[in-house]
């Protein structure tokens, strides 16, 4: 209960008993009043002067008598009245006022109709003396009471009514600054930070708003520090401290976790021999100048989304550039030696740069990719003029073009052969987060996933339409089917950066106010590092609809965590490459430091591709709150099972 409701409460009660109190003092007062009055009435009856009644005989005086005290008395005030002389030889008299039935309930009579009074007098008449017994009237007197009682109890509503709204909208002005100070309150709880409230009259609250704002500046703080920690630490045991770049460590765990997805992609191995010949021949200084400037050149030439780029040995660089075309790949290796070149004409050394080639095959392993960039730098050493080559056996799938895979999944959208599974988040309390959709092509006899063809839709911009047809469909089912746990669809990057696709959204999702709540969109970290401004109008319209969304692929990305603290995700989903080697203390320091960062601000943070139990064990330790993978997968459905059976 809050503190208004209880102040409310104690005043609401404390002028309901004085409202009560004040009847019950009224009610009393008039019940005394009327009976006084009545039986006042009776004795200034009895107490007038009978002497000039007439005398000369006795039923003649009788009569008198009786018409003397029905005048002198109202019929509400007495029920009978009664003469009997003293002698028993002569006529008695009786008088009783017509009696109907009491206006006031029966249990109201039991309680307080026991109200009797009568008075005797005796009076001398011609021959004898009569003796006169007046009753009051006890139904009138039972019905003017509860004639009161329904007055005092209308008034007494009247009252308390008005008391009631007058505390009410009194106690809600005084607690309004108060209230202010609670959504800061909780503002500070939800968001690890808030907009401090206007300064009020009151000494206590502002003492009150100091300590929250001062709570906020420190929690704000901390987060910085926290996350420039979380950053420095990740630097530290993944980042080459000379050019910046992603070491070997970084490269291969990108290249391993790139591999586990089964997806299209090429590589390309940089051999910078030229980094020899100034370290042998200049001096340090300018050996490490120029691997910056060898760095530089290959951010700024590669521009391909989801790249990794790593040095990953002293004079050889990698990048690994997913979802790219053959085509694609060999335009993109001459951009780089024609950046790269200029860079070695100060020290005139034949074959500074050579470059070598491989598109990934799907039975291929990380070392076999090396070992055939390896054989494709020997390749290229072999042709100065053009020191580029690329190694043999690439798969004829991979040679698809862009335009065969966008009409793939056109085809695919027109004919219904786009299938979804899902798959189960779960949290430490054993609740289902969401399911997360996985899309993927049927065609004849091959299986093909989003992975492959993703990328193609990316470079052509065509993303949206494929998203707006898979997010369609998971409307439809969450409809069709109430019990099914939200649903968590992967947009691609081309449909966050497309105005018209956010245009879309903001059409379909008012129809749907409670498929909202159980919506979950996934955006890439690279949405958030780069094309801020539509990401950023994305996910304003998001929280709009009360729609959730979380960041894929967290940390994969040198930039600082600050982010978080600007976009206010629901959760995170790690990369894969800090979680799938829990046994080196660095990765495991890592994901331990970014995760914390993200639980700081209340962030959930999820690791993917959980497939062992002991996997899931060490993940548990390490400030990760839920979990996603075949052993995940397996234990829902196991558990769903046995919920069916018992039913």
Partial sequence: MTLFKNLFRITIITGLSLVILMSVTRFLALQNGTKHAQQQHIKHALSQDFSLLPRQHYDTSLVALSAFLTMQLHPYDYQTIVIAPTNTQQQSLTISTSQTKSTAPAWFIAIFGDDSYSQTHSINLATDTVVVTISNNEKWLSDKLWLYTKQLFIEASAIFTGYTLVIFFLLRLAFAPFQRLVVHAQQLEKNHQANPPSRTRYQDLNQLHASYSSLAHQLESHFRIQAKEAAHLREKAYRDPISQLGNREYFLNQLDAWLTKEEQGGLILIQARVINHSYRYKNYQQGDHLIREIAQALNQTI?????????????????????????????????????????????????????????????????????????????????????????????????????????????????????????????????????????????????????????????????????????????????????????????????????????????????????????????????????????????????????????????????????????????????????????????????????????????????????????????????????????????????????????
């Fill in 303 to 647: 521009t391909h989304s989801n790249s990794t780029l790593g040095r990953i040995s002293k004079t050889e660089f990698a990048v690994l550039l997913p979802q790219i075309q053959q085509e694609k790949l060999h335009a993109l290796a001459e951009r780089i030696l024609g950046a790269l070149m200029p860079l070695t004409k100060p020290f005139n050394t034949p074959l500074g740069i050579t470059i070598g080639l491989a598109i990934s095959e799907n039975t291929a392993s990380a070392s076999q990719l090396l070992a055939q960039l390896d054989n494709a730098v020997i390749a290229a050493a072999q042709s100065p003029a053009k020191p580029i080559a690329q190694s043999e056996g690439e798969g004829s799938i991979h040679n698809k073009g862009k335009q065969y895979w966008k009409e793939l999944v056109l085809s695919a959208i027109r004919n219904q052969q786009i299938h979804f599974h899902y798959q189960p988040v779960l949290m430490q309390n054993n609740q289902v987060y969401h399911q997360e959709v996985f899309s993927t092509i049927q065609r004849h006899d091959d299986l093909i996933t989003a992975n492959q063809f993703v990328g193609a839709l990316d470079e052509l911009s065509q993303g949206a339409q494929f998203d707006k047809h898979v997010i369609t469909a998971c409307v439809k089912q969450l409809q069709a089917d109430r019990q099914l746990p939200p649903l968590a669809i992967n947009l691609t990057r081309s449909s966050v950066q497309d105005p018209a696709f956010h245009r879309w959204l903001h059409e379909l999702l008012p129809y749907h106010p409670l498929i909202c709540k159980r919506l979950f969109f996934e955006i890439q970290e690279g949405c958030f590092i780069e094309g801020t401004d539509m990401t950023q109008l994305l996910c304003q319209l998001l929280k709009r609809f009360d729609v959730r969304f979380g960041i894929d692929n967290f940390g994969r990305h040198f930039k600082s965590l600050e982010y978080l603290n600007d976009f206010k995700p629901a959760y995170v989903k790690i990369d894969f490459a800090f979680t799938m080697q829990l046994n080196n203390p660095a990765q495991s320091a890592v994901l331990t430091s970014i995760s914390r960062t993200a639980h700081s601000l209340g962030i959930e943070t999820i690791a993917t591709r959980v497939e062992t139990e002991t996997q899931l064990e060490r993940l548990s330790e390490l400030f990760v709150s839920g979990f996603q993978g075949f052993i995940i997968e397996r234990q829902v459905t196991r558990a769903k099972n046995l919920a069916q059976h018992h039913d």
